[in-house]
């Protein structure tokens, strides 16, 4: 079976500071893809960064880091320099066999 | 690149009606599109799969005869809730991937419809 938990149900967190969002997952698959999307409070899905199972380094999209460890089944989100405009629901997927969501983490921003 | 329009945004209507959403990719041809659902403060709940030219695949729980899904093209599909209730009301939400939406190939995310049934 495919489970994905993210363990930290709401995160609040200073202007400009980075923040790292967990996920954890869980798969017999040997080959699958994890993903993080943003879900602003208007309700639009917005894909950020992938890391693919066999993929040899971390993933980077401009402020957005995945740090993958395969052998511990995570793929935390890392948000540098955080900004007002972070402020949202954040969702960890698998995709394998099924798609698999995680819970969300609500990450609030403070100025 | 990779925008997906959903349509209607927001719908409200009586108890026993019918309502079609539409999901269509602009700029790509999706070979998958997902259909979730999303309570409040929750996280997303596949609803079902469909490759353009078969039948969707439901998740398990789901109703085919009330949520009737149409994958006619490569560019759209149709979710139908027919004769909707109260119970219906909820965040719909398509996506759309150029492949099976698994390794490598995030989904593109239609930015939803508020469903509210009387």
Known sequence: AQKITQTQPGMFVQEKEAVTLDCTYDTSDPSYGLFWYKQPSSGEMIFLIYQGSYDQQNATEGRYSLNFQKARKSANLVISASQLGDSAMYFCEMGAQKLVFGQGTRLTINP | ?118
């Open chain 2, 1 to 118: 690149g990779a925008v997906v329009s959903q349509h209607p945004s927001r719908v409200i209507c009586k108890s026993g009606t019918s309502v079609k959403i539409e999901c269509r990719s602009l700029d790509f041809q999706a070979t998958t599109m997902f259909w979730y659902r999303q309570f409040p403060k929750q996280s997303l709940m596949l609803m079902a799969t469909s490759n353009e030219g078969s039948k969707a695949t439901y998740e398990q729980g789901v109703e085919k005869d009330k949520f009737l899904i149409n994958h006619a093209s490569l560019t759209l599909s149709t979710l139908t809730v027919t004769s909707a209730h109260p119970e219906d009301s909820s965040f719909y939400i398509c996506s759309a991937s150029p492949g099976r939406g698994r390794q490598g190939q995030p989904q593109h995310f239609g930015d939803g419809t508020r469903l509210s049934i009387l």
